[in-house]
């Protein structure tokens, strides 16, 4: 699976569960600073916060914006409720693979969340945005779900400069800075068994 990061909570997965890649886009929105690829042409569009304020997907993707259980193409995706109203949380699984994506919330997780997300090996969690968590309540949520890999989000880059970096996060969760990775590639076998690992993407 490889998985990139478009700035914001906008995230590219590329799986292969059988015999063609399949390319998922979680939150393809328009950001007001900065650039987002003007055109996107996947199998799968997934939306924490609606479809609203998003661009445009071209082709005829399996779009999912509400909570559900839902199989296209070889992927399960699980959507519940988020923090608020019209909010979604996902879970993806694919390549026996699991990928959860909090969206962007700042509440802590609810019982049918955690159900949905509680043994997922891959968590994408907001840190820097202000309507995301703090560093402190985005180290609890990794902590609670305990995933094998961890990636940080809605962070401070070109689509949202008054975010906050992603030192503090980094700190919280006693792990070093490294170089951002433009993309990277995951496969079940070489998932960390010991420990949580912090991955930090850089903007796509």
Do not use: C
Not at 59 to 76: A, C, H, I, M, R
Request: charged share 25%.
């Amino acid at each position: 699976m490889h998985i990139s990061w478009l700035g914001n909570t906008a995230i590219k997965l590329q799986t292969k569960p059988f015999d063609q890649d399949i390319i998922i886009i979680i939150d393809p929105y328009r950001p007001t600073t900065g650039e987002f690829p003007r055109s996107l042409m996947p199998d799968i569009g997934l939306y924490t916060r609606g479809e609203d304020g998003s661009i445009t997907l071209s082709g005829n993707p399996f779009v999912v914006s509400g909570p559900g259980e839902y199989e296209n193409k070889g992927v399960l995706i699980t959507a519940v409720p988020g923090s608020d109203e019209n909010n979604i949380m996902f879970r993806v699984d694919a390549e026996q693979l699991s990928v959860g994506h909090l969206g962007l919330t700042n509440k802590q997780l609810t019982d049918e969340q955690l159900e949905a997300l509680s043994d997922v090996d891959i968590l994408i969690v907001p840190v820097g945005n202000g309507q995301g968590y703090d560093a402190e309540n985005a180290a609890k949520a990794v902590n609670i779900i305990e995933p094998r890999i961890v990636i940080p989000m809605a962070f401070k880059s070109e689509n949202d400069p008054k975010a906050l970096g992603v030192e503090a996060f980094l700190k919280e969760m006693g792990a070093s800075a490294s170089t951002p990775e433009k993309k990277i590639i995951i496969k079940k076998k070489d998932l960390p068994q010991e420990e949580t690992k912090v991955i930090v993407l850089a903007k796509e």
